[in-house]
């Protein structure tokens, strides 16, 4: 086979795939924009979905990524063909299971990454699925003590501390408002506190944005809500927030 | 004079030849001896690496003091694959192919000097890139995660080495023509076509970083399929019929298996992604694509098992064909693996299944295949033998008792993982337990492997440093003298040469 042939060959079979696989979904993809509620349609939700997304959030991924986050932690939720889990998605699969107030979670959809440089899906699920991270702390603060100590809360986590993004001091003067509350073995000594970094709260504001709840507007196919019997459940629980 | 370019590495010796060859070795030695034993550091880094990142799956308390954060499992992990992937696999290929080249296209190799300048750049960036895992700064996409600075270093090296295999290629004379050619110059058209496109669609300034992580699943196959399987395929289908005696069982199955592996290689890969918020058709075409991979599985393997038919009893004789063995069982393998998780993806997907089927593809098959082409090559190039087939036994057996339970545990582990992921009832306390067995046997097996390639980088250095037997006669793993095959004399100087 001569050089001509070869390359000739080589790049009839691999041009197509790469046209096909890469470069055109680029187009489509990064034409996607937020998309408008359409009350008339029968959206309950107002505003734009996805809702936007901050500096501090994007500073904050940097980080997550930089960390190696995504090694172990997946940010979708997949549909039910995929899996074998029927339909346990609908009850927040892959989340740690714990009594938490209920939620309304969905499948994941291309606009819910709108706005990352790199859509955090994620290697492999060491760890729980954080594509609604947010539901699970109350407070920043209880966010920021599980980064610093990841086995504080959950005994068996394998999830490495982020001790490194927070620094122990001493107190001058009043304690900080942000010295975390740690008990124990990573408790500070008498006279100390450990407050987090700007990188630790860059990273806690952004898992804590991290909430897939907004409703699928109907044009892109989400599912019309159930058309409410009037006045038989006017608290139902899965009322989207507002 | 027509030749069967499948016959070609394996014509009648004359001594003029042999003077020839002798001139392809002297100009191949520095870059060749450069690539490989950098490569093999890497590889010794890269398993020490590999174990404390297999210890921390099963204990994340060793090592996790505070001052230790760079050895935090989300950075050891990227820091070894990538480590084994671009340190040592991809300098193995490189080293392996130069040779081969000079040797298949008849002349010796330009500006060796060169090359080598190019191997710096390429050893910088790894370096560069490794470091900046462990300090904490990876970029994300899989096998991407070195991140920008690293990534132009890597590509203007490695378009150093494509342009001198596509000159030597164009200047071969004429009849001069082998299979082997084809898939290196391959590899050499794919990676770097691979590598600009997810470097350029996964820079921070892209408008959509879905598409962005979708291209880091594409490179990440490609990387697997289109770089390092052509490479060892190219490999094992030359060490094969020189070892053998024979030549290519069938040149239309070579290139058929050639081009089949071309055709389909550039779709696979979004497999990875199914159920992600991308169209459906992707992955569907992606998995489809991944299972046609077998077609170029089946043709090589028919092919070099019918060419090793009859004369399998060489596989106990000679370290090359040893390896080449074994990484071939585990090329069927983890096309295999591949194609079931293509075609069950919700049974295997982001469970360490996948890094059982990648191990075996980056490791089992490929390091075994290039190991096996190194016991062929070194003593060609420092004119002296290999010591001792007892250290060369330790390094079959010790990769075979390691290498094996690695892939087999981690993709065993990986099903059980996504079954109990599946049950919502199951908290993750009860999954890590549960796959502490999978992960312990893992370690065990990196304790063997990380011994095993110990011990053949010393092998390696002393022979490389001409500490060899200085003997006519090829270090073999048992005697061939009871074999009923007096026509096979495997010495430097006889049909393996």
Partial sequence: ?242 | MSRDPSTAPIERVTPEDLRERAEFDRSTKLPVLFFLTSGLVWLLISCTLGLLASIKLHSPGFLAFDGLTWLNWGRLQPAYVNALVYGWCFQAAIAVGLWMMARLCRQPLKNPVTLVIAGHFWNLGVIIGVLQILAGGQAPGELLEFGRTAWLMLFAAFAIIVVWQVLMFASRPKGSDYVTQWYVLGACFWFPWLFLTANVFTSPRTASGLHAAMTSAWYANGVLFLFLVPMAVGTASYLIPKIVGRPLHSYHLAVAGFWSLALFGGWAGLQKLIGGPLPTWMPAVSSAAQVMLLIPVLCVAANHFMTVRGRHELVQVSPTLRFVFAGAVFYVGSHLLAAAFALAPGLTQFTAAWDGFRFMLVYSYFSMTMFGAIYFILPRLTGCEWLSPRMIRIHFWANIYGGSPIGVFLVIGGLFQANAMNVWSNGFGALSDMLSGAYIGATLGWVFVLLANTVFFIHFILIALRLGRRSEQATLLSSPAHHDHPQVMITTTGAEA
């Fill in chain 1, 1 to 242: 086979m001569s050089l001509k042939s070869l390359l000739l060959g080589l790049l009839a079979t691999f041009a197509v795939p790469w046209l096909v696989m890469v470069v055109r979904p680029y187009g489509h993809l990064a034409s996607l924009a937020p998309v408008a509620y359409d009350e008339e349609a029968g959206d309950e939700t107002r505003g734009f979905f996805p809702p936007s997304r901050s500096a501090d959030q994007a500073r904050g991924q940097q980080i997550y990524f930089q960390q190696g986050c995504t090694q172990c932690h997946t940010q979708v939720i997949r549909p039910q063909y995929v899996g074998g889990d029927g339909d346990e998605f609908k009850r927040n699969w892959g989340e740690i299971q714990e009594a938490l107030a209920p939620k309304r979670t969905r499948q994941t959809s291309p606009y819910d990454y709108l706005g990352e440089s790199f859509a955090a899906i994620g290697e492999r699920r060491n760890g729980p699925d954080l594509a609604n991270a947010a539901f699970r702390f109350q407070t920043r603060q209880q966010l920021l003590e599980h980064l610093h100590n990841p086995q504080a809360r959950y005994d068996w986590s394998s999830c490495p501390p982020q001790r490194h993004l927070f620094t122990t001091r001493t107190i001058q003067g009043q304690r900080s408002a942000l010295a975390l509350n740690s008990a124990g073995k990573h408790a500070p000594a008498e006279g100390q506190e450990i407050v987090p970094s700007t990188e630790a709260l860059d990273l806690a504001d952004y898992l804590l944005a991290l909430k897939r709840n907004a409703p699928l507007p109907i044009s892109l196919g989400g599912a019309k809500p159930a058309p409410a019997a009037p006045a038989a459940a006017p608290a139902a629980p899965a009322a989207p927030a507002k």
